[in-house]
């Protein structure tokens, strides 16, 4: 298993792990950083904020993290390879149950459907991956983690590579030494998640 406090250094460093096609671990330190503003510049499209009145999801946190891992590392036909490896798994979810590392979950008819995890230190979460096996399922999991960080005083959510998926939210790039400030200044902050 990978060893738990390096990645949480690493994390509090603006570093992150993920696998190589042979299961190698590498560390990354990107330059710009994405990062989703969790202030005004946040959007929920209008077709999704009308998904959100119906309420098409049950949410939980962190009742399933082990599941959702996997899923998110699940290959299809839209992904042949992965970078969240069995032993990132392993390691995860022993952060999982020391508390750092959390889920959130989209449920449908008792169905885990979607969901995100990621890692909480101090004012920062680090969104890790997403899946989604029903439409929208990942997006509202991931409205719920904004309004929940918001909530409880967190001050940074990490992305790391921007995506269209995640600029649809609002999400945006910034240079790594900006990034690194902002990241001094979340860990200094004490969120509970």
């Given amino acids: 298993m990978l060893d738990l406090n390096l990645i949480l250094s690493a994390y509090c460093q603006g570093v992150f792990p993920m696998a190589d096609r042979a299961g190698r671990i590498r560390w990354y330190?990107?330059?710009?950083?994405?990062?989703?503003?969790?202030?005004?510049?946040?959007?929920?499209?209008?077709?999704?904020?009308?998904?959100?009145?119906?309420?098409?999801?049950?949410?939980?946190?962190?009742?399933?993290?082990?599941?959702?891992?996997?899923?998110?590392?699940?290959?299809?036909?839209?992904?042949?390879?992965?970078w969240i490896s069995a032993r990132m798994i392993d390691a995860y979810t022993a952060l999982?149950?020391?508390?750092?590392?959390?889920?959130?979950?989209?449920?449908?008819?008792?169905?885990l459907v979607g969901g995100l995890y990621g890692i909480a230190i101090g004012g920062l979460f680090a969104g890790d991956s997403m899946f989604s096996r029903q439409s929208d399922a990942s997006k509202v999991a991931l409205i719920y983690l904004v309004e929940r960080l918001?909530?409880?005083g967190f001050q940074l959510l990490d992305t790391q590579i921007l995506n269209e998926h995640m600029a649809q939210f609002g999400a945006i790039e910034i240079p790594r030494d900006d990034y690194k400030r902002l990241l001094a200044a979340a860990l200094d902050v004490q969120a509970q998640f």
């Fill in 29 to 82: 330190d990107p330059d710009p950083r994405a990062i989703v503003p969790l202030g005004e510049r946040f959007h929920v499209p209008k077709r999704l904020a009308r998904t959100l009145r119906h309420r098409p999801f049950e949410l939980r946190v962190d009742s399933a993290f082990r599941l959702v891992m996997e899923s998110c590392a699940e290959l299809n036909a839209q992904r042949n390879t992965t």
């Fill in 96 to 111: 999982h149950r020391l508390g750092f590392a959390h889920s959130v979950e989209s449920w449908a008819e008792g169905k």
């Fill in 150 to 152: 918001r909530r409880n």
